[in-house]
């Protein structure tokens, strides 16, 4: 017979066990809920799996949200009538070096003062409310959301919460809550990730591009593409579950942070609806050896069909397009704009490396003047390579031509007395002469690195009427394509890209056409680099690394301390020529002032 106290703990224990119970239930009906959609989507076309697919188990964890009503503002009418965000579904989480960034299903508008982020204590079992860092368009409707790293004994599991009644601090979390936050995934870094994934669909190809940091690839080589598999699933990757199967397809080509693979064939047959499809790297292991391959990498990454950002709906392509990376470079990125458009530029691709000053509010005001710019949240730190072959991916739908360059970079076409002074759209008409050329798929123009010119601040009528003192010796060159005709790896070293079999580049003549490059400007305006680069090399001056890199400026190391001299050097040869040219087609007859001038307003 059983003791007083044993048939006490039989009774606890029924009283506890449903509510486990329950909890189990209802993971487990989740699972197979999303395996069981997995399947009828894979199953839909009633055609066998393409060629170079294969159906393996990979890791993942469930999407489901389990966030607390109380938190989400889903829990009372009071709370969800106080709140502007009653349903926000985290999509991923990825630290960086300096911030938390979330992934949201949702497009929110900035400001959002009354948005806070979600921090859980592991040791108090309570939560931490702070307003989030800032917000960001990803993906036309979905979000970015930048949070403050997690404090020490927090977990990286952070959620979002639409303030109500102006409260911050922490709150209690009952034992039941706190157990259904174990399952939120996170990336534990930023240097080891899926990040994007785009469909490159033609008439010719029907691939996917999956962009990655972690793969450790050689730079600018072609690397070996039997070495890796792409992964597609309904929910999330981790490294800590396995069991449910995916499709899963070979790589056919591979290079720095880029894998293009096959397309599994439901994918194939409804592309329109692969766009909540989650995509993962992995490296290939032996097929005859089960569970041989290497484990996917962490993963953000949902299938995109950059067909959707087709910007001009009449037939036909426009000639010429420029794409960009950038770090709040807003202050010069009206000039850039203006003078180029001027020169025959029709498209604008500006990809946002995480900048806080007012790039958004300056490309709306050139908008409202017809320049047809659109920005495209790009975050990931040292991936300038990786970025412009996305961008290339995405323009090859609307672009016969895409320069690749920089905003203190500015074509310029040198003329001798006697000789015909260009025009505008002079620099469209010239790729226009190798459109439709059999032989060449790249334009190549020199730069030439100008220095501070003797000015101790940044020029009010900007670099190309500012700084007139370079290098006598070109540095590098810029490179306009023909991106239908790049390589199937993507390769690219920022200044030039890999062509198809068959095709080659031109090398424009000096006398023709330069690129000027206003690299070493003003003390105050070049100091700020070295705080912060899109360059995949130096990102950061202060580091000590790649000091031989002519990104960086030659012997100024790894401090930001203004050589006595700054203001002189880098100085050889005074070239005014394109000083002449803007002031002679830009200039207000009345007033002397370019359009670009803050004080023209």
């Not at 931490?128 to 960001?136: A, Q, T, Y």
């Not at 003797?454 to 007139?468: A, C, D, E, I, K």
């Not at 003549?509 to 995949?536: G, I």
Request: glycine letters at 4%; hydrophobic letters at 35%; one cysteine or more.
């Amino acid at each position: 017979m059983d003791s007083p106290q044993r048939r006490k703990r039989k009774q606890q224990a029924r009283i506890y066990k449903p509510a486990y119970a329950k909890f189990l239930s209802v993971r487990s009906l989740t699972v197979c809920l999303s395996f069981f959609v997995f399947v009828l989507f894979i199953s839909s076309d009633r055609l066998p799996i393409h060629k170079g697919v294969s159906i393996r188990p990979v890791l993942r964890t469930s999407t489901l949200s389990l966030l607390p009503a109380f938190l989400t503002g889903n829990g009372d009418a009071d709370a969800t009538s106080k709140s502007q965000y009653p349903r926000l579904v985290v999509e991923g989480r990825v630290l960086m070096p300096d911030h938390l960034m979330l992934i949201v299903s949702t497009k929110l508008t900035p400001p959002v003062d009354n948005l806070d982020c979600v921090y859980y204590d592991l040791v108090l079992e309570q939560v931490v409310l702070k307003p989030v860092l800032s917000v960001d368009e990803y993906h036309q409707f979905k979000s970015i959301v930048r949070c403050h790293l997690p404090p020490l004994n927090f977990s990286a599991s952070v959620n979002l919460r639409g303030r109500q009644r102006g409260r911050l601090g922490s709150v209690v979390v009952e034992r039941r809550d706190w157990l259904l936050r174990l399952n939120q995934s996170v990336v534990p870094s930023w240097d080891r990730v899926v990040y994007e994934a785009v469909l490159d669909w033609n008439a010719h190809t029907r691939n996917v591009v999956v962009f990655a940091k972690g793969l450790n690839l050689k730079p600018h080589r072609e690397a070996d593409a039997r070495k890796f598999r792409c992964h597609f699933s309904l929910t999330d990757f981790d490294q800590h579950h396995r069991g449910l199967f995916v499709l899963t397809t070979q790589a056919i080509a591979a290079a720095q942070e880029t894998v293009r693979c096959l397309l599994p064939r439901s994918i194939l047959n409804n592309p329109d609806k692969a766009k909540d499809i989650r995509v993962t790297v992995g490296r290939r292991g032996d097929d005859n050896v089960e569970g041989a391959d290497d484990a996917p990498l962490p993963s953000i990454a949902k299938l995109q069909n950059v067909n959707s950002h087709q910007g001009k709906s009449n037939t036909g392509k426009y000639e010429l397009c420029a794409c960009t990376m950038l770090w709040n470079q807003a202050s010069f990125l009206r000039e850039w704009i203006i003078y180029h458009a001027w020169l025959g530029i029709e498209r604008w691709f500006i990809y946002d490396n995480n900048s806080d000053d007012e790039l958004q509010e300056v490309i709306d005001e050139l908008n409202l003047q017809d320049y047809n710019i659109t920005r495209h949240a790009w975050p990931w730190v040292k991936t300038q390579e990786a970025g412009f072959s996305h961008c290339a991916l995405r323009a090859k739908h609307e672009c016969k031509w895409l320069g690749l360059f920089d905003v203190d970079e500015f074509f310029y076409f040198p003329h001798d007395r006697g000789q015909d002074i260009p025009g505008p759209n002079s620099l469209r008409a010239l790729v226009m002469n190798y459109t439709d050329s059999p032989t060449y798929a790249e334009i190549r123009t020199v730069c030439h690195s100008y220095g501070p010119s003797g000015l101790t601040s940044s020029p009010s009528q900007g670099v190309t009427g500012g700084y007139t003192c370079r290098l006598e010796a070109p540095e590098r060159h810029k490179s306009i394509v023909r991106p239908e005709l790049l390589h199937t790896t993507l390769l690219n070293a920022v200044h030039h890209f890999r062509l198809q079999d068959g095709y080659r580049y031109l090398d424009l003549p000096e006398s023709k056409a330069v690129v000027n490059h206003y690299k070493y400007q003003a003390w105050d305006t070049f100091k700020a680099k070295f705080f912060r680069r899109v360059s995949t090399y130096v990102t950061n001056w202060q580091d000590d690394q790649n000091k031989g890199s002519k990104d960086r400026a030659p012997g100024l190391g790894t401090e930001a301390i203004e050589p006595s001299n700054w203001r002189l050097q880098f100085c050889e040869v005074w070239d005014t020529g394109l000083k002449n040219f803007v002031m002679a087609n830009f200039a207000d007859s009345a007033s002397g002032f370019l359009p670009w001038e803050r004080s023209h307003a």
